[in-house]
């Protein structure tokens, strides 16, 4: 949702000289090869969190925990989607014109420093259990809080973790302090990163028709507060939270303190992603070995992000990349399941809320029962 720039605010908020807007033109002029550099790793740190995370979708259903359960989109969400952003876009540009920016930056961060924590913790969950070393003991914890009484009583907090996750916890703390303290940007992308593969692994469309009005919305969002006004490069290059990411262009010459970034914003990784997971889910649900129409739409992907890469280096102008991924990701697959006839059997997948699979298990159990 926020555009693919060059030259963007370094993230300890100062910026760089510009004589343009959008800050195209800056006091620094980067070599090819780090001009090359920045885009590619761009391009791969925004492939990272949709593979695994489209992957880590498939059984996020599972989870015991309430946290970690899904979040599914209806078509009525997705069409009120970009309104919402909208509103939410053009309230931080007036927030910032009209106070501080330090202030509002401070509070943010904090907000950031818890999320970002969690985030990167539940990221790391997986891999932890994998190293964790057999010999120590994993002691099982739980966290319950409830409201009322008897009968009446009722479940508020019901996380249940163990020594992994504590262990996950102690490292994103280090880092969200890190990020707090320095806002280094290797820091800001670690953040970034857990927000973007959460967002895809968490956040599930019911149907490919929902994802068609949710991304068909934001194209038009993106566009029109990208090429319509300054409101959204504005926001950008002021707002000091890990909501971006990004990777300096200057680093072969600057080494770790490099400042002249390109970034790409979090919402272009994970509304495609969200799509790209629910085709993954779709491919699963055929009983096929092959996964089709994620492989696909992720080929798409890096097409439409490499397109809008490349039209904002030629034309120097921030670009939304939306206008871009959206044609791509929606299109592939359509085309796909045109021509092998399962266009109508793709339109008709519907996914169900955790509640009503739930209730579906147990309607089946009871079935059984009898």
Known sequence: MADVEQNAAVPDGSSNESDAVNGTVGRFVSSAEGTALAYGSLLLMALLPIFFGALRSVGCSKNKNASDMPETITSRDAARFPIIASCTLFGLYLFFKIFSQEYINLLLSMYFFVLGI????????????????????????????????????EEIVNYEFDTKDLICLGISSVVGVWYVLKKHWIANNLFGLAFALNGVELLHLNNVSTGCILLGGLFVYDVFWVFGTNVMVTVAKSFEAPIKLVFPQDLLEKGLDASNFAMLGLGDIVIPGIFIALLLRFDVSLKKNTRTYFYTSFLAYIFGLGLTI????????????????????????????????????????????????SSKEEITESDKDK
């Open 118 to 153: 969690l985030a990167l913790s539940h990221t790391m969950s997986p891999f932890m259990c994998r190293v964790f070393p057999a010999n120590v003991p994993n002691k099982q914890y739980q966290l319950l809080f409830t409201q009322g009484s008897g009968e009446s009583k």
């Open 310 to 357: 490349f039209v904002m280096h030629t034309f120097k102008h921030a670009q939304p990349a939306l206008l871009y991924l959206v044609p791509a990701c929606i299109g592939f697959p359509v085309l796909l399941a045109l021509f092998k006839g399962e266009l109508t059997e793709m339109f008709r997948y519907e996914e169900s809320s955790p509640e009503e699979a």
